[in-house]
């Protein structure tokens, strides 16, 4: 599966035409097989950068994708591993209801293969019988609501679930998400993927089949579910659209629901998932609004096989890590060649993590303890002061606003919550105490213990309803390998997992430190105002915080970004996407632009900042991942190092890079927002 950009041309997106620039045309070279010398800085600094990691290195067999990300999740899943084989050592000591006996208890297991293969299906039985005697559309969607609460499956109608108020972020409101897509519309509309359509029918069939269905009417049902889910995608928002919160969301009350769905009483769907009326709803908050009233549209009685068999299939989709092997396996397959993963990973080492994705925060009250220190998250601090403070005097001198909407985003700057590696006492999900998970010894099974603690899980998230915010809270595990900016909170997360080397390091200097978590820092500090974020107040409501000439402006200097983002050229025909990936662009830019000011004038200073930023972007990519690369919102790495370096003027104080080159932009045409 190894090819070049050019023959990649003729299996991925085909355009009617390439896109007509002002700029020259950046041709970014992704393999490095393709690449036969070390290009120079002004020929793409990217390579320029991380030329000689990538010719030493190769994509293990058992990912997709390989890079500092990849480097720093490795580190972290060697001390989850660690803490796994910690508590199976000594979790009996420290009481049945501590993380590490509820650790040591469900490792048990998911090594407990013979009890997995005896257990069956278990607690999923029940809810599978009951899909399987349904007899009308009426008692279909009724009966996906109360699944919805108690498994957290979706439907081919919607999803039902609970969220912050996004107009208000002041409590908790009852949310109808978009009906199951499978791939997804971006990946649909990608030319040369037959392969992946019949992978993805062949791991439905394969799920039905298992279930107990005949061969080929497995077969017929997938080929069935696989058109229905590419029929909804035609319908759908794109991800730009659905990026854009005043496009995307929309309120409704009872009646406008009831006439959305008028195939099916979504009265008694939404009261059986426990947001309905008899719950004390009565708005909703949906997203893709059009998408659901198409698919209500489609609830017919001639269908209900085709939602009874997808809606076996989620289930079972949903819990296959966790059933007997045979399911399990089913899906690894299938997930391996969507990414192109040539190997399965070691038995131990995928059943370590299978405990840790199912137990996150269990884990991360260990982690954050073990693996990061005041010391750390003192200094880490003191960088989001640093750039802070600079995006202030950004705000502050910006000519393009007025002052009425230039105090507005200071206080949305200036009341924006931090949360740096791992939560204090009160900062912890409340269900945790709740959690409960029996060992091999109490009878307790896998599937079980699964179904258990997401039941406590979606018990405590759908009770949240009425409730008002508690912005305490966090939503990340401290081990996740991210960082993020939540807009209904107007917070800024950076988990500890993130917070190590390369991307920051306590005994780097200054410079290298700024080009990798003050770079972060920045970034996420930009979606604060970029073109989503920048729709909702300093609370997290949505809300229009602008005149109409600054946003008018607002716009003006996107539709600039991405124009610039899309003369990237990633193979014949196929071209970045600035739309779909203006808000992580304007992010990207942002980040740079801030850490740049920091840093100064100083060249040396400059190039050491420059070069950590390059690093923080390394990755090499297979051509399954590519593809994926296509439907996400972020460009991909290789372009967003060398596109933003273009951009900032501090990149031509560091670097003699002249017109003509390719990393040249012209000053006039480098694109800034803030």
Not at 470 to 475: E, H, V
């Amino acid at each position: 599966m190894r090819r070049t950009a050019a023959i990649l041309a003729a299996f991925f997106i085909a355009l009617a035409a390439a896109p007509a620039f002002a700029y020259g045309e950046f041709n970014v070279r992704l393999f490095i097989k393709d690449v036969h010398a070390r290009p120079t800085v002004q020929e793409d600094y990217f390579l320029y950068v991380n030329y000689d990691w990538m010719k030493t290195h190769k994509i293990p067999a058992t990912k997709s994708a390989y890079g500092v990300t990849a480097q720093a999740e490795d580190v972290v899943r060697e001390r989850l591993a660690a803490i796994t084989g910690s508590c199976l050592k000594t979790g009996a000591q420290n009481g049945e209801k501590s993380d590490e006996a509820r650790i040591a208890n469900l490792r048990r297991c998911i090594a407990d293969t013979k009890g997995r293969e005896k257990t069956g299906l278990g607690e999923l039985a029940e809810p599978l019988r009951e899909i399987d005697s349904v007899k009308t559309i009426g008692e279909y969607g009724t009966l996906m609501g109360r699944l919805m609460r108690s498994y957290g499956i979706g439907s081919l109608f919607g999803s039902f679930g609970v969220d912050v108020d996004i107009f208000t972020a002041d409590c908790y409101r009852a949310s109808i998400g978009r009906p199951g897509m499978g791939l997804g519309r971006e990946f649909y509309q990608q030319q040369g993927i037959e392969d992946y359509l019949k992978a993805y029918t062949d791991y439905i069939a394969g799920l039905l089949e298992l279930y107990g269905r005949p061969r080929e009417a497995a077969e017929r049902s997938a080929g069935a579910i696989l058109a229905y889910q590419q029929d909804l995608a035609r319908h759908a928002l794109s991800k730009a659209e659905m990026g854009d919160p005043s496009v995307a969301i929309r309120e409704l009350k009872l009646d406008e629901l009831k006439k959305l769905y008028g195939n099916f009483d979504i009265e008694a769907a939404l009261n059986a998932a426990g947001i309905g009326p008899a719950n004390g709803a009565d708005r909703w908050i949906t997203s893709d609004g059009k998408l659901l009233e198409y698919a209500a549209g489609l609830c017919t009685p001639d269908r209900l096989q085709l939602f009874k068999d997808y809606a076996i299939f989620s289930l079972l989709d949903d819990f296959a890590s966790v059933l007997p092997a045979k399911y399990a396996r089913l899906q690894t397959k299938y997930v391996n060649f969507l990414n192109g993963v040539r190997k399965n990973k070691p038995k131990r080492k995928a059943d370590d993590e299978l405990c840790e994705e199912l137990l996150p925060f269990c884990y991360g009250r260990l982690y954050g303890k073990l693996y990061f220190s005041p010391a750390d998250k003192k200094e880490v601090t003191s960088y989001v002061m640093l750039v802070m403070n600079e995006y202030r005097k950004r705000l502050a001198s910006a000519d393009w606003l007025c002052e009425a909407t230039r105090k507005q985003a200071l206080r949305k700057l200036d009341t924006m919550v931090v949360r740096v590696g791992y939560p204090d006492q009160n900062g912890w999900p409340p269900y945790l105490d709740a959690l409960s998970v029996k060992g091999p010894q109490e009878d307790g099974t896998l599937i079980g213990n699964a179904v258990s603690l997401g039941r406590t899980q979606l018990d405590y998230s759908f009770g949240l309803l009425g409730k008002p915010v508690d912005r305490n809270l966090w939503t990340a595990e401290p081990q996740m390998v991210n960082a993020f900016y939540n807009p209904s909170d107007n917070s800024i997360n950076f988990p500890a997992g993130y917070l190590l080397p390369p991307f920051y390091d306590p005994k780097a200097s200054r410079e290298t430190n700024l080009g990798d978590i003050g770079n972060i820092i920045g970034h996420e500090m930009t979606h604060c105002f970029d073109s989503c974020g920048a729709q909702y107040d300093e609370h997290g409501a949505l809300r229009n915080w602008w005149t109409e000439e600054d946003y008018r402006e607002f716009k003006k200097r996107q539709a600039a970004v991405v124009k610039y983002y899309n003369r990237y050229k990633l193979a014949d025909g196929i071209y970045q996407d600035g739309e779909q990936t203006l808000t992580e662009n304007i992010a990207d830019l942002g980040g740079l632009s801030c850490i740049a000011s920091i840093v100064g004038d100083d060249p040396v200073k400059l190039r050491a900042m420059y070069e950590s930023y390059a690093v923080s972007w390394r990755v090499m990519i297979n051509e399954a991942e590519f593809r994926l690369y296509l439907t996400d919102e972020h460009a991909l790495d290789h372009v967003r190092a060398d596109a933003t370096a273009s951009a900032e003027d501090s990149f031509y104080k560091a670097y003699d890079v002249k017109p003509g080159d390719p990393m040249y932009v012209a000053p006039e045409e480098r694109v800034r927002i803030w």
